[in-house]
């Protein structure tokens, strides 16, 4: 089983969709949790961090299940400039530790 | 200030050949991570450079070796490419916790 397992995807929703990104982790002790995107050829960067109390930057709104081992990412009234690949990534260390990243779901948001 | 900054762009080598990858981290950053992409899934956690050394490993054999200097830039080294070697190779630097990522560099192995 992967550390991290991602919905497979891509997702192809209309601008103004609301749409859910699904992510479970094996590993029970991981103590950090993010949503990274990664756009077509470039660089992940970080999208925002996920805690336990949920929180929401905006349009995006992160929950993690620590109980289910499960991590969330919804986007509400999607937009064009969306379309990415979001990545789930786990940290089993503390704040230095390795990230280790699932594969991946894309998104195309069409007008 | 210059992000995370990775050469060369891109490479193509041939199979048995030996690659070296560089990257010149955040400014004020002292820890340097790398990660292979292979096409179509995410980042796998190749080592971690902290004060010259390597701190931590991923599942990756010995062909891959790293260096770190003394101004935290840092090397990455494959030998005996294989086919398989194709991908993009990132670095990612940090201080503290969020990791800031460079554009990589993709390797092509033929």
Known sequence: RKEVEQDPGPFNVPEGATVAFNCTYSNSASQS??????????????????????????????????????????????????????????????????????????????? | DAGVTQSPTHLIKTRGQQVTLRCSPKSGHDTV???????????????????????????????????QFPNYSSELNVNALLLGDSALYLCASSLEIEQFFGPGTRLTVL
């Open chain 1, 33 to 111: 949790f993010f949503w990274y995107r990664q756009d077509c050829r470039k660089e992940p960067k970080l999208l925002m961090s996920v805690y336990s109390s949920g929180n929401e930057d905006g349009r995006f709104t992160a929950q993690l299940n620590r109980a289910s081992q499960y991590i969330s990412l919804l986007i509400r009234d999607s937009k064009l400039s969306d379309s990415a690949t979001y990545l789930c990534v786990v940290r089993n260390g503390g704040s230095q530790g390795n990230l280790i990243f699932g594969k991946g779901t894309k998104l195309s948001v069409k007008p």
């Open chain 2, 33 to 67: 991570s790398w990660y292979q992409q292979a096409l179509g899934q995410g980042p796998q956690f190749i080592f971690q450079y902290y004060e010259e050394e390597e701190r931590q490993r991923g599942n990756f054999p010995d062909r891959f070796s790293g260096h």
